[in-house]
């Protein structure tokens, strides 16, 4: 998993944690003498919180969150080893099998990534 920790869960939304240390093993190559947390992964993390969230509501009790689509994605700072990232979530709409949420990830207050996240639910219909 990308995440570390879920601090809060609060109806639509949710927060949650992801240490960032120098042993990760994406650092090797990204970038040699200049280590930076792969963007996509950011975006992978921000779908698994979404996934989280949207497995914890009643309805979806048992079913399973298949990523689909990420729109708007924006990566705006890099993510250094010894950060934080910080992953909150909004879910916008759960509608039948299809579900929508907002994503942003900071590091000290900072917006370093955002985006939308859509994804399918199956299992128990």
């Not at 809060?8 to 120098?22: F, M, P």
Request: contains cysteine; positive net charge.
């Amino acid at each position: 998993l990308m995440v570390d920790r879920v601090t809060r869960i609060d109806g639509n939304q949710i927060t949650a944690e992801k240490n960032v240390t120098i042993n990760e093993p994406y650092f090797q190559g990204h970038f040699p003498g200049h280590p930076i947390m792969p963007g996509v992964l950011q975006l992978e993390a921000m779908a698994q919180v979404a996934g989280i969230l949207t497995l914890k509501q009643a309805d979806n009790a048992g079913k399973i969150a298949y990523f689909m689509a990420a729109e708007k994605v924006k990566w705006r700072k890099p993510v250094k080893p010894g950060d934080v990232l910080q992953i909150d979530i909004e879910l916008l709409r759960a509608r039948g099998k299809v579900a929508k949420a907002k994503g942003v990830c900071t590091v000290r207050g900072e917006v370093v990534s955002e985006a939308e996240i859509t994804f399918t639910l199956a299992g128990n219909s």
